[in-house]
């Protein structure tokens, strides 16, 4: 439902103020499971469904150390896991031709300290609206 301003509430909670407070990483905590289970009901929909376990993060980009968006990871439950964030790094190719974003499943939310995760892909990409 949109309310007032360009605020947009989802029950009692104003989602503009949550992004203000603590951004992305606030929502994906709290949205998370519901937002995964839908991406698994949507997919499974249309004949194209994960058959390994799944979960939402929080991308973070490289570099500016901010929360832009979250994503839906899947893999072996273990692997999960050790899933913290998804790391998005971006370069240019032949010149400014092709603009590349790289996900890569990572281990902790600190751009400084990354590691990726082995075998856990990005299945799912989620826009947050502000």
Do not use: C, H, W
Not at 51 to 79: E, L
């Amino acid at each position: 439902m949109v309310a007032g301003a360009g605020a947009v509430k989802v029950g009692a909670l104003d989602l503009g103020s949550v992004v203000k407070v603590g951004g992305v990483a606030i929502l994906v905590d709290k949205f998370g499971p519901q937002l995964d289970k839908f991406i698994n009901t949507l997919t499974a929909n249309k004949n194209v469904s994960v058959d390994q376990a799944t979960k939402v993060v929080p991308i973070i980009s490289v570099g500016s150390g901010g929360y832009i968006g979250a994503a839906q990871v899947s893999g072996t439950k273990k692997a999960l896991d050790e899933v913290k964030a998804v790391a998005q790094i971006e370069g240019n190719f032949s010149g400014r031709t092709f603009r590349v974003k790289a996900l890569v499943p990572v281990d902790s939310v600190n751009p400084s300290k990354i590691s990726r995760v082995k075998g856990v892909g990005v299945s799912a990409i989620i826009d947050v609206r502000v």
